[in-house]
């Protein structure tokens, strides 16, 4: 189902928000999700979600796994990992499995991956 | 590819404006303004009002549509409905229920 998102889109399965398009409200349900265009209301997905270079969320993302390359402008919230490309732009509280930022992105927030801390570090 | 796809499985709540083809087989409620062809596939569950260029319905739909240029009703495809549209073609083994205002 992640396959997609490394920029293999064939228009198979994955539900696409094109370049022209504007959605004002919240998209739910199972899936790959491909944003062109532009969402502000809110993303809760289960499936891997591409913000290709000139898209936009003004939301929350809940999904598998997230990939920007345009903006993100809301908390990310995901089981697996989030990349933030060279021309990416994530403003928001970012809780992922794994996160991995390229050189030329712009991130401002908060990280917080998952995962256990040495045994001195806890109380 | 210009154009925007709800999959199956996904479900939108909330307003679409698109300045290009839509292809919903997923769920939509609230409402879908389209410049250009909407298409509503077989599976796909519509309770929503819309507004396009055209319109191609072979899922189900409720709520008023409207178009610019017509609407089909293929078969297998469920409206209930008022449809404005200058052409409207229902084919058969479709079910209607609605008015109709082709005065455009």
Not at chain 1, 20 to 40: C, F, K, P
Not at chain 1, 88 to 107: M, T, Y
Not at chain 2, 27 to 46: H, W, Y
Not at chain 2, 64 to 74: E, P
């Amino acid at each position: 189902m992640a396959s997609g998102v490394n920029g293999t889109f064939d228009g198979g399965d994955e539900a696409v928000v094109g370049q022209s398009t504007r959605i004002r409200g919240r998209i739910s349900g199972e899936g790959d999700l491909r944003v062109e265009g532009a969402i502000e209301g809110g993303v809760a997905l289960q499936g891997a979600v591409l913000v290709a270079e000139g898209g936009s969320i003004e939301a929350d993302v809940e999904a598998t796994s997230l990939v920007v390359e345009g903006t993100v402008d809301g908390d990310v919230t995901l089981s697996e990992a989030l990349a933030i490309r060279a021309s990416g732009r994530v403003s928001g509280v970012i809780r992922a499995a794994g996160v991995s930022i390229e050189e030329g992105a712009s991130v401002s927030g908060r990280v917080e991956m998952d995962f256990d801390m040495p045994e001195e570090l806890n109380g | 590819m210009a154009n925007t796809v709800i999959a199956q499985g996904i479900t939108i709540e909330g307003e679409i404006t698109a300045d290009e083809d839509v292809v919903v087989q997923g769920t939509l409620r609230g409402k879908l303004v389209a410049k250009d062809a909407v298409s509503i596939e077989p599976g796909a569950v519509v309770e929503a009002d819309v507004d396009a260029g055209s319109l191609a319905v072979s899922g189900q739909v409720t709520g008023n549509v409207s178009a610019a240029d017509r609407v089909d009703l293929l078969a297998g495809g469920r409206l209930i409905g008022d449809v404005r549209a200058a052409r409207l073609t229902i084919a058969d083994g479709a079910s209607f229920k609605g008015n109709v205002d082709m005065d455009v």
